[in-house]
């Protein structure tokens, strides 16, 4: 076998940076010179070859991550292209699963970026090896016009302020990328990152000096590191290659006449020495573009660069009349843009079997044994074997066979290579896919083992346990066999027999097994590797139906191979019956519908607008008013309701979470399901998982408490937060929400006759804020107690019931809570006789459903009362707009209700940035509505950042003289955001709404004819026929047979004889 199959001279990377850098850009030049010659030199940064879908062409961005495998030097690079913009982010989350290290990329002119944020938290969370390349630089000197040292400072704090976020990914110290780019420093200035590199930080990642940041233009195909620079200077400057590259980088400074290297204090006073690399590496490539692109330019110097450096460049391209081609043709010749970007990969990246003994602890996390798992001892030790085949990248064909898929993609029929490893024609037909003419690949690398054409293999989901058997996980677990293996080339496929650890493959016969992702092995002892993180979730929400009724199962059948196509669309039938498809934002959806309409249903569907998801929360209020209450009877805050026949009475409380708190539970809720379901993970050089987690929900509590002015309230809080953290009996809803379902506080007991209903602390006891609870049942009590007692044990998971129903849809507009507590105590009284309980169960129905429901109405009923409020999405918005459309953009930001976090001028760029928030509901068709206003000049881009409560109280109706005077009487039309929300929201799902068509009906009737109300009027229905509308004196009345509330809108009116009428 050929040296480069060798692991050891394998590498897997990919390319990750802010839409629109120049990933793919680079990825030609990488192509061109190593790829086989499926590129022409020519042609590379214009072709942008991995975008080979057509959508991708037409909009110039690249919509999924693809790979290409390439030759250099005896080694075999597989390059995986990913996509920048913010709605394809789960594609850099399967392109960095499946590689080890990640080419970075940073646009030189525009600095870093949102995305660039997303990507090093992607690479960090993943356990890439990145490396940093700086993109663009001839943007610097041909459009900038940047002196050689103002683009050092720009390089300088480029550099500083990538590694700025690294180490803060390291150190945890940001939740998510919006943290860490509001975090950002504004306003520093270059000397100030210079007298920070002074103090030589070895903590740093990326450090030019060492050789892992490269200054590329991807465009012209020319980069170079700093070594290449050294090795030519060493000679001249008579120093070692070694000195000159750490001397290369930061404050240090060449003095020709003692020939020393000196640090900026040993600079002779009044000194106007430049900076080595400025003076060494910047000056000279400045001077060559000088030279060609002046009309004036020196052009013996282009032929001096030729001729001391040996380049061959054709006289045939010298002569071109276009200077731009000319410099092209000399500096690619020069520093050639692939040997900078691929040894420098070969030198700084792992080959996988490194890689993959310290990504171990990320792709296979060490696994807690519980105690009753230790008659199993065989499985865990072959799981063992496996694990540690992974870690060592054992290629051996004898050792177990593991591969990982990030995830599948379609590809059309007659895309697939029509002849087989051996030359023979295959029949390409994918089997259960009925007629459709799309083949599903699966995008995989191999860990361990040799996997080969037939082989049979176990396909693993990610909730697969070897140490369980029985039904339950045989869902898990399939067995399938690989019908062929393909090596990518973009969109080519080469076939091959087989592929060893290492090596990243397409590989066919899966479509049937696989929905998104999987792990594969030969054995079923082993453990499924860990889920991929994404950045956002699919969010924006679309209902679709086909234009022609008859054209239904086809569109069945597109949602399910369109749902397998694609890793991050959510298809599902909401509870109305629409199919509900959700993508990641607008570019996603847009191109999800046209695959939809072309390639998988092939017909016309009709869309609806957005649904918007919101929550719905309380108004916040002081915690000190709940430490009063003891005993949640007598209580004015609490809602009590009783079950129809009269037996069991629930108490509901409300508190409001903190914020962070709720923010916090949000976020953990993978890791909160997990710790629940009592399968703690252990990373393994990590604090374990359910500590940290305790730790932090402790910070977020303290975080509320440190807010109390008073010291001594703040002791106060302390307890009582102690006192409630150690009751969480669950979360909701889903039983992972940020809600939680909080014991009565232990001092209330059954009073009376009645039995209360005795929840136990289980989340508290899963988080370890409390230790196991003791059933402490001391008192022996009549048997008519105890059975009472026993009834009351059934009814918890009606108590559980009914709080998990209620926090999944709130009382506003059957949207999930958010941030609630509910104590909740129900206690139930015996039957009064024998023959009422044979009675009341025929009457009333199950008792333990009248429970549940009491419940629930109790929860919604207690948030009604304590001022509800709805919470929306917001979207982190990042734009960039040059000053003089600066008017504009604000105009359209004010229209979408957004806020403004921060404004800034580009330090060297005519582009000002601005942050803001723009809430979910008013996102749509922001970015398109912003570049129509601003000529194309601006663009924005949109990360979902947290939840808000909007602070409008919905059910607001001026009632005061003040407020009458500040928000009128409500005749003329008060904009109640909250309640037109809440209404929208309503009116989709079908509820009721309280909606006054006509508010005054007797102020604008003296406007209109008075008499004979209902006579000429004009009768409008609408297409279901449902609802039925009556139109008169330019005004639209609104008839509904199921809302009484509708009549109030013409109360003086004679509603019956209009109804005559009609
Ligand atoms: N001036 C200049 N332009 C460049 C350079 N590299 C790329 N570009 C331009 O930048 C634009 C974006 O390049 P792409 O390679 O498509 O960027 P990308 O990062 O792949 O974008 P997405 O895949 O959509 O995230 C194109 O117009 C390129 O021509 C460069 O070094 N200099
Ligand atoms: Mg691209």
């Known amino acids: ?137 001839d943007r610097l000197i041909v459009e900038l016009k940047l002196s050689p040292l103002e683009a050092y400072n720009r390089l300088l704090r480029i550099v500083h302020e990538v590694n700025g976020i690294v180490s803060a990914y390291k150190s945890e110290k940001y939740l998510s990328d919006v943290d860490s780019i509001l975090a950002r420093p504004v306003g520093e200035t270059g000397d100030e990152y210079q007298e920070l590199l002074d103090d030589d930080d070895e903590e740093d990642t990326f450090q030019p000096q060492k050789g892992n940041v490269v200054f590329v233009c991807a465009l012209d195909g020319w980069g170079f590191g700093i070594c290449e620079f050294a090795e030519f200077y060493a000679s001249k400057l008579g120093a070692s290659v070694a000195v000159l590259q750490k001397a290369f980088w930061g404050p240090r400074y060449f003095v020709p006449k003692t020939k020393r290297i000196v640090g900026k204090k040993g600079l002779p006073a009044g000194s106007k020495a430049r900076p080595m690399f400025v003076q060494f590496v910047l000056e000279p490539l400045w001077q060559v573009y000088e030279a060609a692109l002046d009309t004036n330019g020196d052009k013996t110097i282009l032929e001096k660069l030729i001729k001391s450096f040996n380049l061959s460049v054709p006289p045939r391209e010298l002569q071109n009349k276009d200077p731009k081609s000319v410099l092209q043709s000399v500096v690619s010749r020069w520093l050639p843009l692939s040997d900078a970007i691929l040894s420098m990969v070969i030198k700084h990246m792992p080959d996988p079997g490194t890689a993959q003994a310290f990504r171990l602890s990320r792709l296979l996390p060490k696994r807690e044994i519980l105690d009753d798992d230790v008659g199993k001892s065989d499985v865990i030790a072959e799981a063992e074997l496996v694990r540690k085949s992974v870690e060592a990248c054992d290629s051996r064909p004898e050792a177990p066979c593991v591969a990982f898929v990030s995830k599948m993609f379609a590809v059309p029929m007659k895309m697939l290579p029509q002849r087989d490893v051996n030359g023979g024609i295959v029949n390409n037909i994918e089997v259960g896919n009925g007629d459709s003419d799309e083949c599903f690949l699966a995008f995989a690398r191999i860990f361990s083992g040799v996997i080969h054409l037939g082989q049979k293999v176990f396909v693993l989901s990610a909730l697969y346990d070897p140490l369980k058997t029985g039904d339950s996980v045989q869902k898990h677990i399939q067995e399938a066999e690989l019908h062929s293996l393909y090596l990518m080339m973009g969109q080519g496929l080469t076939p091959v027999a087989s592929a060893r650890a290492g090596n990243i493959v397409a590989i066919r016969g899966l479509g049937q097994h696989i929905l998104k992702s999987a792990t594969l092995s030969s054995t079923k002892n082993c453990w499924p590797f860990s889920s991929m993180t994404f950045q956002v979730s699919p969010t924006l929400k679309v209902a679709i139906e086909p234009s022609d009724p008859v054209d239904m199962g086809a569109l069945m059948k597109g949602l399910r191979l369109l749902n397998r196509a694609d890793p991050f669309v959510e298809v599902s039938v909401s509870a109305r019956g629409e199919h509900v498809l959700a993508a990641a934002g607008e570019v996603h959806l847009e191109r999800c519908i046209k695959d939809l309409k072309e390639r998988f249903a092939k017909v016309n569907l009709e869309i609806s607008p957005p649904l918007v998801s919101f929550r719905e929360t309380i108004e916040g209020e002081s915690l000190n008013s709940f430490d009063k209450f003891k005993s949640l009877t ?429």
């Open 634 to 1062: 007598g209580n004015s805050n609490v809602i009590e309701k009783t079950t129809p026949n009269g037996r069991c009475t629930v108490r509901v409380h409300i508190l409001k979470l903190p914020d962070a708190l709720t923010k916090l539970l949000d976020e953990s809720s993978d890791l909160l399901e997990d710790i629940i379901a009592g399968k703690a993970i252990r990373a393994q050089d990590d604090e374990h998982p359910v500590e940290s987690l305790r730790k932090r929900i402790w910070d977020a509590v303290e975080s509320e408490i440190s807010d109390t002015n008073a010291e001594k309230d703040k002791e106060k809080l302390k307890l009582l937060w102690e006192n409630l953290l150690k009751r969480i009996w669950a979360l909701g809803p889903r039983q992972i929400g940020p809600n939680m379902l909080l014991l009565p506080d232990s001092t209330t007991d059954d009073n009376g006759s009645s039995v209360l209903i005795k929840g136990s602390p289980y989340v508290s006891e899963r988080l370890g804020f409390v230790s196991s609870s003791e059933e402490s049942e001391t008192e022996t009590t009549s048997a008519e107690t105890r059975s009472l007692k026993e009834e009351a044990d059934s009814l918890r998971s009606s108590v559980l019931s009914g709080f998990q129903v209620a926090t999944g849809s709130g009382p506003l507009c059957d949207e999930p809570m958010w941030g609630l507590a509910f104590v909740i105590e129900a206690s139930i009284s015996p039957y009064d006789s024998e023959s009422e309980a044979v009675n009341q169960s025929d009457q009333y129905g199950v008792f333990s459903g009248q429970v549940m429901t009491a419940v629930k109405e109790a929860c919604k009923a207690g948030v009604l009362q304590k001022n509800p409020r709805i919470v929306e999405g917001m979207y982190f918005c990042e734009l960039n707009t040059p000053t003089e459309y600066l008017g504009p953009m604000y105009a359209v930001l004010a229209r979408r209700r957004a806020r403004i976090l921060k404004e800034e001028m580009q330090e060297g760029s005519p582009l000002f940035t601005v942050h803001a928030y723009v809430p979910v509901a008013e996102s749509f068709g922001f970015p398109d509505e912003l570049r129509r206003w601003t000529s194309g000049a601006s663009s924005a881009l949109l990360v979902l950042s947290h939840w808000e409560a909007l602070p409008e109280d919905p059910f607001f109706v001026p009632k005061t003289e003040e407020e009458k005077e500040e928000f009128g009487d409500g005749s003329s039309v008060l904009q109640n955001t909250a309640r037109k929300l809440i209404d929208g929201v309503r009116r989709r799902k079908g509820l009721a709404v309280e909606e006054k068509v006509v508010q005054f009906a007797t102020k604008q009737r003296t406007l209109a004819r008075k008499k004979h109300y209902w006579t000429n009027f004009t009768q409008v229905k609408t297409e279901n026929e449902q609802e039925l509308f009556i139109y008169q004196w330019g005004l639209l009345f609104r008839l509904n047979r199921l809302c009484v509330c509708r009549y109030e809108i013409v109360n003086d009116l004679d509603v019956t004889r209009c109804r005559d009428n009609i």
């Open 1 to 137: 076998m050929a040296d480069s199959h060798d692991p050891k001279n394998i590498r897997n990377i990919c390319i990750l940076a802010h839409v629109d850098h120049g990933k793919t850009t680079l990825a030609d030049h990488l192509i061109a010179s190593s790829g086989g010659g499926v590129l022409h030199p020519k042609q590379a940064g214009r072709l942008r070859f991995m975008d080979y879908l057509d959508e991708e062409q037409r909009r110039a961005i690249t919509m999924k991550s693809s790979s290409i495998a390439l030759q250099y030097k005896n080694h075999s690079i597989n390059l995986i292209d990913s996509p920048g913009h913010m709605d394809f982010c789960s594609e850099v989350s399967t392109a960095s699963r499946l590689s080890d290290g990640g080419l970075v990329l940073v646009d030189a002119v525009e600095g870093v970026h949102i995305q660039t944020h997303a990507v090093l938290r992607q690479a960090w969370i993943e356990k890439l090896t990145p490396c940093l390349v700086l993109n663009k630089i």
